[in-house]
C-alpha cells in the first residue's frame, strides 16, 4: 500500500509532455515564422565546408522547441578543422548550456555556451596536433530570434524587407582591425607583411610564425595559441516582418559588399538567391576561392510568398534601427519595436578575455550531480580541483577569485596560453 503512495506522489510530481508543450506555446507571444533555405557553392581548393540543420529541439521529444542552425566553416592549410568543427561544435555549444531551462533562459544562455563551445572544439582538435584551421560562422534560428557567433572572415549579413542590411559578424582580419592587432601584439605574437627578396613587403598584414592573415579561428596550433578561437556574437530578434540572412565565406565578401551581395538576390527564393550571390561573386571576380553560401528566409506566419523587393524610396525612419533591449517592460517596448519593424538588439559581445565571456557564475559553478563542472569542457570537477575563471583577473573589481565560473587546470592553461602568458602546452605533429 505504501509503495502503491509513494509512486502515486512521485507521478503527482511529474510534469506531463502535454504541460511542457503548452507552457512553450504560452511562451511564444508571436507565432513562429516559417523558415526557408538554400545553399550554393563553387570549390577551388576543396576546404569550405557548411552546416545546415532544421531539426535541433530544446526540449527533446518536444516539437514546438524546435531550432535550426546554419553554419560554414572556410579552412585553410588543410580541411581537417574545418571538418572537425562541423561534425563537433553544435554538441559542444548544446552541452555547455544548463538543463530545463524555458525558452528565454535558453537563449540568454546561448551567447555563454557559444563561447565554451568554440574554445572546447578548439581545445579538442588542437590536441589532435594537426597544423589545419578554420573560420566558423555559426547561427542558431529560433522563432524571431537569431544568434550568431563567430571567428574569422566568414559574413552573417541581415537584410530586412525596408531595404536595410547590416552585418551581424565582425572580420577577424588583422589588416582592417586594428584591436586585433593590438591584441595579438600584447599577446606575444608578430604582425607584418610577407617580405621578399629585396626587403620589400607585399600582400596583407600577418600574424607570425605561420603567416596567417586572421586573429581568431579554430586551430593553427603552428601559430600560436593568441590567434584565439573565443568568438564575437550577436542576438538580435527579428520584427514580425521577417528578413532574410545571407551567411558566406569569405569568397563571397571578398568580391561583394554586403549591400551588393543584398541586392543581388532580393525577391528571388531562397535556393536560387544563394546560387545568384555565387553566380554574381564570380562575375565579379573569377574563382580564386573556395565560394559558398546560405541564404535563410524567416519569413512571417501569414506570408507564404518570399519577402517583395524593397521600396525604391526609403521611409525616413529606417526598417532596421538597432536597439538595446531594456529589462523595464521589456515585453511592451518588444511589441512597440516590432510593430514598426525595428530589429532589436538582445546581446553583443567581442571581448577575446575568456573571464570577461563567462562572467559570474552565481551558482558557483555547480553541475547537476553536485560536483563543480568546467565552464568550457563540461568535465566535473572535486571543489579543490577548480580554478576560478577569475583568479589573478585584474579587468574586473566586482570579480573575485573565489566565485565561478571554475576551470579544470587543461583549460586554466588553455587561458592563460591565449592571454600570452604561457606558452602553449600542445605540440606539433
Known sequence: MGSREERHHHQHNLVPLAALIGREMRNEKMEKPTVRYGNAA??????????????????????????SVFAIFDGHNGNAAAIFSRDHLLNHVLGAIPRGLG?????????????????????????????????????IVDGWTV???????????????????????????????????????????????????????????RCWPGGLCLSRSIGDMDVGEFIVP???????????????????????????SSEMAAKSCRGLPAELAARQVVK?????????????????????????VQPSPPPKKQNKLRALLFRKKSHDSASKLSKK??????????????????????????????????????????????????????????????????????????CRNKKDAMEGKRPSGVRVA
Open 42 to 67: 563553387q570549390s577551388r581548393k576543396g576546404e569550405d565546408y557548411f552546416m545546415m540543420k532544421m531539426d535541433c529541439q530544446r526540449v527533446p521529444g518536444n516539437p514546438t522547441s524546435t531550432f
Open 103 to 139: 525558452r528565454d533562459e535558453w537563449l540568454q544562455a546561448l551567447p555563454r555556451a557559444l563561447v565554451a563551445g568554440f574554445v572546447k572544439t578548439d581545445k579538442e582538435f588542437q590536441s589532435r596536433g594537426e597544423t589545419s584551421g578554420t573560420t566558423v560562422t555559426f547561427v
Open 147 to 205: 544568434t550568431v557567433a563567430s571567428v574569422g572572415d566568414s559574413r552573417c549579413i541581415l537584410d530586412t524587407q525596408g531595404g536595410a542590411v547590416s552585418v551581424l559578424t565582425v572580420d577577424h582580419r588583422l589588416e582592417e582591425n586594428v584591436e586585433e592587432r593590438e591584441r595579438v601584439t600584447a599577446s606575444g605574437g608578430e604582425v607584418g607583411r610577407l617580405s621578399i627578396v629585396g626587403g620589400a613587403e607585399v600582400g596583407p598584414l
Open 337 to 410: 519595436l516590432s510593430a514598426v519593424g525595428i530589429v532589436e538588439e538582445l546581446f553583443e559581445e567581442g571581448s577575446a578575455m575568456l573571464a570577461e565571456r563567462l562572467g559570474n557564475d552565481e551558482s558557483n559553478g555547480q553541475s547537476t550531480s553536485g560536483l563543480f563542472m568546467c565552464a568550457v569542457c563540461q568535465a566535473d570537477l572535486a571543489p579543490i580541483e577548480g580554478i576560478s575563471v577569475h583568479a589573478g583577473a585584474i579587468f574586473s573589481m566586482s570579480s573575485k577569485p573565489w566565485q565561478g565560473p571554475f576551470l579544470c587546470v587543461d
Open 230 to 256: 573565443i568568438p564575437y556574437v550577436k542576438q538580435v530578434k527579428l520584427s514580425n516582418a521577417g528578413g532574410r540572412l545571407i551567411i558566406a565565406s569569405d569568397g563571397i565578401w571578398d568580391a561583394l
Open 280 to 304: 554574381e561573386a564570380l562575375r565579379t571576380r573569377g574563382l580564386k576561392d573556395d565560394t559558398t553560401c546560405i541564404v535563410v528566409d524567416i519569413i512571417p506566419p501569414d506570408n507564404s
